[in-house]
């Protein structure tokens, strides 16, 4: 008999939970190794203070300025395809420390989505923090095997004839959607048309509207 | 690269204990190679702070959504999507 075949019921009870006050358990969980990790040096607690700073210093208004540049310039949107990191980097945009950026074009035959299954895989530098329902369980099951039913409850409703790419981002690759843009956005500037594109929309779950014209 | 793009591929179905980036929902399913992106470090090792070396090579894989799932709610021609390394493929017919 080793040592280890005896009861461990005796590591069921005694311990006082790891959670402060109200927090909730992987809060917690994420604050000790946060602390163990500083207290080992392996990170310092500038390092996450400024890999914080940088994530929310990023927003949609930057894949937005991508989308709006591919949508008035088609060699742009075929560099954007090609290389989308090479692409940010062209409007002095911050692709991120992600080698690879792919950005996947909705057009009339074809609609992208994007999830990631396995955690919340985003491209975080040209979209900012990913929304929490990207991070949820409800999601990342249902966007893989009902994508449409998902879509309609965003208000997205598709054709038949619309073919519907799930893009499940489970390894390096970070992808990002370039939706159509929208008819009756055609008098619109560049900057104009950045403003429609949300960050939904390059998620893939919403398509961008033009502003209702303004009666005469 | 043991893949090329429009080469038929099945994704292992075998177990892996600890962490790894192949989805269990894909296991054992036959899709296209769409893309060979590059290739990466291995996350099985690399993530318990190891090197992850040697690379292995990442491909986008394009599944038919009624290949994946038994009943597929949607419409036939949905496609699936997901990047899978090398080593989680193998040859199909």
Same mark, same amino acid.
């Given at each position: 008999?080793?040592?280890?075949?005896?009861?461990?019921?005796?590591?069921?009870?005694?311990?006082?939970?790891?959670?402060?006050?109200?927090?909730?358990?992987?809060?917690?969980?994420?604050?000790?190794?946060?602390?163990?990790?500083?207290?080992?040096?392996?990170?310092?607690?500038?390092?996450?203070?400024?890999?914080?700073?940088?994530?929310?210093?990023?927003?949609?208004?930057?894949?937005?300025?991508?989308?709006?540049?591919?949508?008035?310039?088609?060699?742009?949107?075929?560099?954007?395809?090609?290389?989308?990191?090479?692409?940010?980097?062209?409007?002095?945009?911050?692709?991120?420390?992600?080698?690879?950026?792919?950005?996947?074009?909705?057009?009339?035959?074809?609609?992208?989505?994007?999830?990631?299954?396995?955690?919340?895989?985003?491209?975080?530098?040209?979209?900012?923090?990913?929304?929490?329902?990207?991070?949820?369980?409800?999601?990342?099951?249902?966007?893989?095997?009902?994508?449409?039913?998902?879509?309609?409850?965003?208000?997205?409703?598709?054709?038949?004839?619309?073919?519907?790419?799930?893009?499940?981002?489970?390894?390096?690759?970070?992808?990002?959607?370039?939706?159509?843009?929208?008819?009756?956005?055609?008098?619109?500037?560049?900057?104009?048309?950045?403003?429609?594109?949300?960050?939904?929309?390059?998620?893939?779950?919403?398509?961008?509207?033009?502003?209702?014209?303004?009666?005469? | 690269?043991?893949? /090329?793009?429009?080469?038929? %591929?099945?994704?292992?179905? =075998?177990?892996? *204990?600890? !962490?790894?980036?192949?989805?269990?929902? $894909?296991?054992?399913?036959? /899709?296209?190679?769409?893309? %060979?992106?590059?290739?990466? =470090?291995?996350? *099985?090792? !690399?993530?318990?702070?190891?090197?992850? $070396?040697?690379?292995?090579?990442?491909?986008?894989?394009?599944?038919?959504?009624?290949?994946?799932?038994? *009943?597929?709610?949607?419409?036939?021609?949905?496609? $699936?999507?997901?990047?899978?390394?090398?080593?989680?493929?193998?040859?199909?017919?």
């Amino acid at each position: 008999m080793s040592p280890h075949d005896h009861d461990h019921h005796e590591d069921d009870h005694g311990h006082e939970p790891l959670t402060n006050g109200d927090e909730p358990v992987t809060a917690a969980r994420v604050r000790a190794l946060g602390e163990l990790l500083v207290e080992k040096g392996v990170i310092g607690r500038e390092d996450v203070r400024q890999r914080i700073d940088w994530l929310v210093s990023r927003s949609p208004v930057d894949g937005a300025r991508l989308v709006a540049r591919s949508w008035v310039d088609p060699e742009f949107k075929q560099r954007l395809l090609e290389d989308a990191r090479s692409a940010a980097l062209e409007l002095d945009l911050d692709p991120g420390p992600s080698p690879v950026v792919v950005a996947l074009e909705n057009t009339e035959s074809v609609h992208h989505m994007v999830v990631c299954t396995l955690c919340s895989c985003y491209p975080k530098a040209l979209l900012g923090p990913p929304p929490d329902w990207y991070k949820s369980v409800p999601y990342r099951s249902r966007a893989v095997a009902d994508p449409r039913g998902v879509l309609a409850e965003f208000g997205v409703q598709l054709e038949d004839g619309v073919e519907v790419r799930v893009v499940d981002s489970t390894a390096d690759i970070r992808y990002l959607v370039i939706p159509r843009r929208p008819a009756g956005a055609e008098t619109l500037q560049e900057e104009e048309l950045a403003a429609l594109v949300t960050r939904d929309s390059m998620i893939g779950v919403a398509i961008p509207v033009a502003p209702t014209p303004v009666a005469a | 690269m043991r893949y /090329g793009p429009g080469q038929t %591929v099945r994704v292992a179905a =075998r177990r892996h *204990e600890g !962490h790894h980036r192949t989805p269990a929902y $894909l296991k054992g399913k036959r /899709g296209t190679v769409e893309r %060979v992106h590059a290739r990466f =470090r291995n996350p *099985e090792t !690399h993530a318990y702070g190891l090197d992850g $070396l040697p690379e292995q090579p990442l491909y986008l894989v394009r599944f038919e959504q009624e290949d994946v799932w038994g *009943e597929y709610p949607g419409i036939a021609g949905d496609r $699936l999507y997901a990047d899978v390394f090398e080593h989680w493929l193998e040859e199909a017919e």
